[in-house]
T-cell receptor
Framework: QQPVQSPQAVILREGEDAVINCSSS?????VHWYRQKHGEAPVFLMI?????EQKGHEKISASFNEKKQQSSLYLTASQLSYSGTYFC???????????FGTGTRLQVTL | DTGVSQNPRHKITKRGQNVTFRCDPI?????LYWYRQTLGQGPEFLTY????????KSRLLSDRFSAERPKGSFSTLEIQRTEQGDSAMYLC?????????????FGNGTRLTVT
C-alpha cells in the first residue's frame, strides 16, 4: 500500500526550513528518500533502517519512528537547489518491494 | 560509474503498436528494476530482476508487458498492443543489494506517448 506524504506542496524562501512527512499503514523495515527535479530521474538522498541506522545525505537529515510507522525529512537552511519533488519509499518486509509515496513538491524562492 | 542508461528517451507510437525499451544498469549492480511514473505521481513498481532472474512482477502488469534481462546485464521492457493508458515515463533503476538497505540508481527514463 502506498505511503502518504504531507504536505503535498510547500513554498519556502531561501534559508527557511521545511519538514516532509511520510506515513505508512504497515510496519516499516526501511524508508528511502529521493528528490526528483522536473524532467529528471529521482535521485537518492537517504535510507533509514529499522533499528535506527541512517545512511545518506550530509545536508539533509531524517528521522524514523518505527512505532508510529512514520518518517520525516528535515531540510534546513534551504537552498534554491533543494527545489523539486520529494518522494519517500517504504519497504514493509524482508521480501517487500520499494513502494513510493505520493510526493511533496518543494519550491524554494529568493 | 557511468550511471543507468535508458533508450530511447522518447517514444511516440500509435495505439496497437508494439514498443521495446532498453536499460543498461550500472555494471556491478546485480539488481535491476522497472518502474512507471505518470504526471504528478510517484514511481509505480512494475518488476525487478536479480541477475537474470525475474523475481517479482506487479499485478498491475498485464500480459501485454514483458521484461527480460538476458545474461544478467541489460534489460528490455516490451509493451505489446499499446493502449493510450500506457502513456507514461518508464524508469529503470539498478542497485547493488536489496530494497531494504540499498539505494536505487535511476536512469533518465523513456517517455512513452501512445496516440
Amino acid at each position: 500500500q502506498q505511503p502518504v506524504q504531507s504536505p503535498q506542496a510547500v513554498i519556502l524562501r531561501e534559508g527557511e526550513d521545511a519538514v516532509i512527512n511520510c506515513s505508512s499503514s504497515k510496519a516499516l523495515y526501511s524508508v528511502h528518500w529521493y528528490r526528483q527535479k522536473h524532467g529528471e530521474a529521482p535521485v537518492f538522498l537517504m535510507i533509514l533502517l529499522k533499528g535506527g541506522e541512517q545512511k545518506g545525505h550530509e545536508k539533509i537529515s531524517a528521522s524514523f519512528n518505527e512505532k508510529k510507522q512514520q518518517s520525516s525529512l528535515y531540510l534546513t537552511a534551504s537552498q534554491l537547489s533543494y527545489s523539486g519533488t520529494y518522494f519517500c519509499g517504504t519497504v514493509t518486509g524482508t521480501a517487500s518491494k520499494l513502494t513510493f509515496g505520493t510526493g511533496t513538491r518543494l519550491q524554494v524562492t529568493l | 560509474d557511468t550511471g543507468v542508461s535508458q533508450n530511447p528517451r522518447h517514444k511516440i507510437t500509435k495505439r496497437g503498436q508494439n514498443v521495446t525499451f532498453r536499460c543498461d544498469p550500472i555494471s556491478e549492480h546485480n539488481r535491476l528494476y522497472w518502474y512507471r511514473q505518470t504526471l504528478g505521481q510517484g514511481p509505480e513498481f512494475l518488476t525487478y530482476f536479480q541477475n537474470e532472474a525475474q523475481l517479482e512482477k506487479s499485478r498491475l502488469l498485464s500480459d501485454r508487458f514483458s521484461a527480460e534481462r538476458p545474461k544478467g546485464s541489460f534489460s528490455t521492457l516490451e509493451i505489446q498492443r499499446t493502449e493510450q493508458g500506457d502513456s507514461a515515463m518508464y524508469l529503470c533503476a539498478s542497485s547493488l543489494g536489496g530494497f531494504f538497505d540499498s539505494p536505487l540508481h535511476f536512469g533518465n527514463g523513456t517517455r512513452l506517448t501512445v496516440t
